[in-house]
């Protein structure tokens, strides 16, 4: 089962911590997640009206024990979860770290991760595309960009239109 999620953090940098974590499977389940301890002192200005500002409602809200002990749990629900972002570089180190580090992440996720922007170049689409745009989607009001949450759905919803074009090619 492909998993479109994507990760908000205190920036970009070695040092980084979650602020949030949103996931969706391609058959619409999904599981968001707000941070309570993330570095407050990483914040700067664009991070505090961007994301911080953004993060919206969620049912999941708690120290990173507290997520990765409910996102363990919504996982299991797959016998193998795809995991797909749309830049992994930070998502996926931060993904993994969550659990411990790479060697550590649930059995049943797969241990190649893939990502949004090459799957554009591959299909030679600009990477550097508005994902909304390119989605066709408008932000809802419940939804911002850079909310966790928002920014998995786009992601599946960009996945699932490129490769409906890579089909009909």
Not at 4 to 14: A, K
């Amino acid at each position: 089962m492909n998993v479109f999620f994507d990760m908000e953090f205190t920036g970009l940098h070695q040092r980084t911590t979650p602020i949030s974590i949103g996931l969706v499977s391609e058959d619409g389940q999904e599981f968001y997640a707000v941070f309570t301890d993330y570095d407050r002192e990483q914040i700067d200005p664009w991070i505090a009206e961007n994301v911080i500002a953004n993060i919206g409602e969620s049912r999941v809200i708690g120290d990173t024990a507290y997520v990765v002990f409910l996102l363990r749990k919504w996982l299991t629900q797959f016998d193998q979860a795809v995991m797909w972002s749309d830049v992994y570089a930070y998502d996926w180190v931060l993904f993994c770290e969550l659990f411990g580090g790479a060697l550590k992440v649930p059995k049943n996720v797969y241990y190649i991760p893939f990502d949004l922007a090459t799957l554009f170049v591959a299909n030679y689409i600009d990477p550097d595309v508005n994902r909304e745009e390119y989605a066709k989607m408008e932000v809802e009001s419940k939804y911002w960009k850079h909310n966790a949450l928002w920014d998995a759905m786009v992601i599946k919803a960009c996945y699932e239109r490129a490769m409906r074009e890579q089909v009909r090619r």
